[in-house]
């Protein structure tokens, strides 16, 4: 199985006390190994000279916002992928998560809340998205092919799912790349996609210093 975790190295209370039905977990994939970061908000990982940094923003009282930047600290140019993973807090059998094809968002349906989840990098819509079974996310089982970084596409799911986005990266030597992230929780599909299209047309608001 060729997935490694990192381990936690930055606390914030803030952060981990807020609460989160749904929640974001970022990951690189890396010549066909996967890194999840599964807690915390900042990880390096030396031995492929890459890091990854999260921030959480406050912007709306129903939006989780998150900056996710990625460092390549080596002097050379190179592809990886950013890996986008949400998670529900409390799993149930009555949930369901589905990828909508017309306009390429992720939708969950859990405890008669709506969440759409969108996702940027590198100011591209992250466009490769599946919905996969909780059990198979800490294995290859998430790819079609591992060694070429391709997900295996779910476009529904219902119990204990998660959804995933994936989007490769371009990097000049010693870069960081930035990209957005949110989820959006309410009661309507309309309600969710007005509140998408804010975010969309105010992301460069939201640029932060790493």
Same mark, same amino acid.
């Given at each position: 199985m /060729?997935t /490694?975790s990192?381990?936690? &190295? +930055? ?5 981990e006390g807020m609460?989160?039905?749904l929640? $974001?977990f *970022?990951g690189? =994939?890396v010549?066909?190994?996967?890194y @999840? ?9 030396h031995?492929? #000279?890459l ?5 959480e ?7 989780r916002f998150y900056?996710?930047?990625? &460092?390549?600290?080596? *002097?050379?140019a190179?592809?990886?992928k950013?890996?986008? %993973?949400?998670?529900h807090e409390?799993p149930?059998?009555e ?5 909508? *094809? ?5 939708y ?7 969440y759409l989840?969108?996702?940027? $990098?590198q100011k +591209?819509?992250?466009?490769e ?5 909780? @059990? ?5 089982n998430i =790819?079609?092919?591992s060694?070429?970084g391709k997900?295996k596409?779910?476009p529904m ?5 998660v959804?995933?986005?994936?989007k490769e990266i371009e990097f000049d #030597? ?6 957005e992230s =949110?989820v959006i929780?309410? +009661?309507?599909k309309? +309600?969710?996609q007005?509140?998408n299209?804010v975010?969309?047309k105010n992301?460069?608001?939201f %640029?932060?210093?790493k």
């Open positions: /060729n /490694n990192l381990r936690k &190295t +930055e606390h914030d209370p803030n952060f609460n989160r039905k929640r $974001m *970022p690189l =994939w010549d066909g190994v996967t @999840w970061l599964n807690d915390g908000l900042q990880q390096t990982l031995e492929i #000279g890091s990854i940094h999260v921030k923003l406050p912007v709306h009282s129903k939006v900056k996710v930047y990625v &460092t390549n600290h080596y *002097p050379f190179r592809k990886v950013i890996l986008l %993973q949400y998670t409390s149930s059998r949930h369901v998560s589905f990828v909508s *094809p017309a306009d390429n968002l992720v969950h349906l859990a405890d008669q809340t709506v989840v969108n996702g940027y $990098m +591209e819509k992250i466009k998205c599946t919905i996969q079974p909780y @059990w198979n996310i800490y294995s290859d =790819w079609a092919s060694a070429l997900l596409y779910i799911f219902k119990g204990n799912a959804s995933l986005f994936t #030597g010693r870069q960081t790349c930035e990209g =949110w929780s309410g +009661e309507s309309s +309600e969710l007005n509140l299209s975010l969309l992301t460069l608001a %640029q932060t210093k």
